[in-house]
Each structure stands twice: as C-alpha cells, then as structure tokens.
C-alpha cells in the first residue's frame, strides 16, 4: 500500500525558505505511470495546488507561487521536496504531498499533512 | 485559471436522509476528445487528508460505500450521499483537472442534523 509522509520544519521565520520533503513508502517513485504533487491548506480555508514533479524532474507549477517554488526528486531515496522562498504569514498552512497520475489529475493518495507556520 | 463554486457552503441533514451538493465549474470541463468529464470529489474529515472519492465525474474509487454517487456534465456536478451516516459527517470538495493548475471548490461542510 502506498504511503506519502511530509517531514520538514513546523515554524519558519518570514522572509526564509521554507523546505519540506515527502518520502514515499510502499511503491516507487520511479514509477513512469505517476506523478507527485504538493498541495496547501490555510488553517480552516480551501486547498491549493502548488506543483507537480515527475521521476525524471519534470515540472509544473502553480503560476501565483511559480517564483517562489521549487520542486525536486531523489529518486535513490524515493522522495521529492518543495523549495519555498520569501515567505510571509500567508503562506501559512498544512502542507500535503499526493499521487497524481498525470501532471494535473487527480490526487490520490495523500499525506497526513504537516502545519508549518510563518512566524518571527 | 478555472474557478470552482461549491453550493452550499453547509448544510445539515438528518441520519440517514439525502444530502446533495453542487459544484460549477467556470469553464467546461468535458473533454471533446474522450467524452469526459476531469472532475473529481474528495471528503476531508476533521484532522485528516482529503480522501479521493470520485473521478471522471461519476466513477468510485475502489472502497468507497455505493451511497455516494457523482453526476453531471460540462459545467454543473452534484455529489449525492443517498442515505446520510454519521461517518459521513464532513468538508467535501470538487476539483477539476482539465487545466493546469488544477482548482478546488470552497469546500462544503456536511453535519448531522
């Protein structure tokens, strides 16, 4: 059974990059039927799309975040990252990476999620 | 980018009847290509990651109870839980994967009433 997990700091301070890894468990990243997203969540508000990765490291982006994100993969270790640069309190939020199975489908499954906060 | 609206942002049902909630998209979302509909549902419980329930629309995911059902076509979507359980109880969003980026709705919340 696949399994996604983010790891990654809980609070970061405005201005800094806020970076976040999801390890993949159960199945492999390398897969040539999959890709591997990362979506957010305001506290008690509506979820976004952020990016997508492919095996091979291509992406996609979300155009409002676009250059402020970066998305990664180390396949030898079966996990893919999110880079966020310059952040302020609205980029507050739960943090989910999932499955996609093209690079806009989609999500299934998902992480549990982890809440980082932008706070100084 | 495709805007998704949710209706109703709430709503509270009694166990075991019918709830429905509808979701337009901003753009049609059928391909010509395939005939279908990128379309999909997802159910969020409290503390929890959004759970897949639905795609192209109409199709279950494998493991999903038969009492939910998607429907719609082009710009207009309803889920429909037939028979209310308090398992059910929930925020449950739409989003369309036609276009990138891929959008959600606002998210409707379901209680027992």
């Known amino acids: 059974q696949l399994q996604l997990q983010e790891s990654g700091p809980g609070l970061v301070k405005p201005s800094e990059t806020l970076s976040l890894t999801c390890t993949v468990s159960g199945g492999s990243i390398s897969s040539s039927d999959y890709w591997w997203g990362w979506i957010r969540q305001p506290p008690g508000k509506g979820l976004r799309w952020i990016g997508t990765i492919y095996y091979s490291g291509s992406t996609y982006y979300n155009p409002s975040l676009e250059s402020r994100v970066t998305i990664s993969v180390d396949t030898s270790k079966n996990q893919f990252s999110l880079r966020l640069t310059s952040v302020t309190a609205a980029d507050t939020a739960v943090y989910y990476c999932?499955?996609?199975?093209?690079?806009?489908?989609?999500?299934?499954?998902w992480g549990q999620g982890t809440l980082v906060t932008v706070s100084s | 980018d495709i805007v998704m609206t949710q209706s109703p942002d709430s709503l509270a049902v009694s166990l075991g009847e019918r709830a429905t909630i509808n979701c337009k998209s901003g753009q049609s979302v059928l391909s010509s290509s395939n005939n279908k509909n990128y379309l999909a549902w997802y159910q969020q419980k409290p503390g929890q990651p959004p759970k897949l329930l639905i795609y192209?629309?109409?199709t279950r995911e494998s493991g999903v109870p038969d009492r939910f059902r998607g429907s719609g076509s082009g710009t207009d979507f309803t889920l429909t839980i037939s028979t209310l359980q308090a398992e059910d109880v929930a925020v449950y969003y739409c989003?369309?994967?036609?276009?990138?980026?891929?959008?959600f709705g606002q998210g409707t919340k379901v209680e027992i009433k």
């Open positions: 989003q369309q994967y036609y276009t990138t980026p891929p959008t």
């Open positions: 999932a499955r996609l199975d093209n690079p806009s489908g989609w999500f299934d499954p």
């Open positions: 192209w629309a109409s």
